[in-house]
């Protein structure tokens, strides 16, 4: 069964083999002290997972699980998935095939 993100009072479930994340957010200041403004900060590329779709269908009709679970940390492509605004939050949508690596720490 799908998890859903509930963070916010509107909840997101994911369908089939898609992902619900917050993006993280990016270090405003570099190591040497210079601040980075929003014009050339690049895309964040990772994320912290809210909501997990129950998983694809394979040819045979059986349910492929998912890798991933909520509360993992991600890697994920640069410019991929479908980002949203729900409740003055933040949040992408991405397929499990757009996911690069898991992140532990």
Do not use: C, F, W
């Amino acid at each position: 069964m799908a998890k859903a993100a509930t963070k916010s009072k509107t909840q997101l479930v994911p369908l089939a083999d898609r992902i619900v994340i917050t993006p993280l957010k990016q270090e405003e200041v570099t190591a040497s002290g210079l601040v980075i403004p929003d014009t050339v900060k690049e895309k964040p590329q990772q994320g912290e997972v809210v909501a997990v779709g129950p998983g694809r269908l394979d040819d045979n009709g059986k349910r492929v699980s998912m890798d991933i679970s909520v509360g993992d940390r991600i890697l994920y492509a640069k410019y991929t998935g479908t980002e949203i605004k729900l409740d003055n939050e933040e949040y992408i949508v991405l397929n499990e095939k757009d996911i690069l690596a898991k992140l532990v720490v």
